[in-house]
């Protein structure tokens, strides 16, 4: 194929990226993405404009809908040969940590599989220690983030001075970025308010934390399709049409993922 063939081809499904929906929304609906960042960035900007973002485009990313998807084979390619891994679960199962515990296990073991060294670190020992987050991370390569309640993630985030260290980790391109669920719907613009999401627990504070990383132009809507009443399906995606919010719906097994300017869901 020559390479005029290849940017036909490419030109092709660019133009069918963005389906919007049919409510007179700014919102971008996309089922399969092969574009330039930049270029996406800049659309889904001027579509929000009340809310401009930053361009970040020296950044590797993996946002799944749920656990690694389909392709694992791209997430470990987004490493380029590194293994060490910081595996964050500070959303899962808040109110089960049986469950919790099994998840990570699980988790674990999986990462282990495609050749990664994981590690758990809790975000809650380091609330407050931003400089020794910072000294810890310097030694992983990636973050693997799990779903879960998505205000309690960012909290912890915001307390643990993660939200800081990712972003500027991120800008240097030293570390992979991956997470799935509510661990991808963090680095989004806009977070779902909704009164469930908003519990008391011991070592957070009493207001939580709501607004998005702002890492990605875009939200993320995880589980799109599924049965109803799985998370994040229809009732997040009318959340981002009814406040105006562009985002990304991706169905269970799929993952958006960024390399430099590169982007697609695969």
């Known amino acids: 194929m020559t390479e005029a063939d290849a940017e036909n081809n490419r030109a092709q499904s660019f133009g069918a990226v963005a389906e919007a929906y049919d409510r007179r ?13 930049p270029a996406l960035i800049t659309e889904v900007t001027a579509m929000n404009a009340t809310s401009p973002l930053p361009e970040r485009t020296a950044m590797r990313l993996y946002l799944s809908s749920q656990r690694i998807g389909n392709d694992p084979e791209m997430l470990v390619s987004l490493f380029r040969g590194r293994t060490r891994i910081a595996l964050i679960a500070n959303a899962a199962y808040l109110d089960d940590l049986a469950k919790q515990r099994a998840r990570v296990e699980s988790e674990l073991k999986d990462l282990g599989g495609l050749g990664f060294d994981a590690v758990e670190i809790d ?17 992983f390569d990636g973050l693997w983030v799990l779903g879960g309640n998505v205000i309690v993630l960012r909290t912890a985030f915001s307390q643990s001075g993660a939200d800081e260290i990712v972003r500027d980790r991120l800008a240097e ?16 613009p806009a977070l779902p308010l909704w009164d469930e999401l908003f519990v008391r627990l011991s070592r957070y504070p009493d207001d939580l934390v709501t607004s998005g990383l702002k890492v990605v132009p875009f939200g993320i809507s995880p589980h799109y399709g599924e049965q109803p009443g799985a998370a994040g399906a229809t009732r997040l995606t009318d959340y981002y049409i009814d406040h105006h919010v562009p985002f990304i719906a991706l169905r269970d097994g799929e993952a958006i993922a960024i390399d430099g300017e590169g982007m697609q869901v695969r």
């Not at 929304?25 to 330039?36: E, G, K, L, N, S």
């Not at 975000?123 to 931003?130: H, I, K, N, P, S």
């Open 173 to 188: 391109d030293s570390l992979v970025y991956a997470g799935y669920s509510a661990g991808a719907c963090l680095l989004g």
């Open 123 to 139: 975000l809650r020992d380091y609330f407050g220690r931003q400089s020794q987050l910072r000294s810890e991370l310097d030694a």
């Open 25 to 37: 929304r700014p919102t971008i609906h996309a089922r399969t993405v092969d574009r330039q960042l």
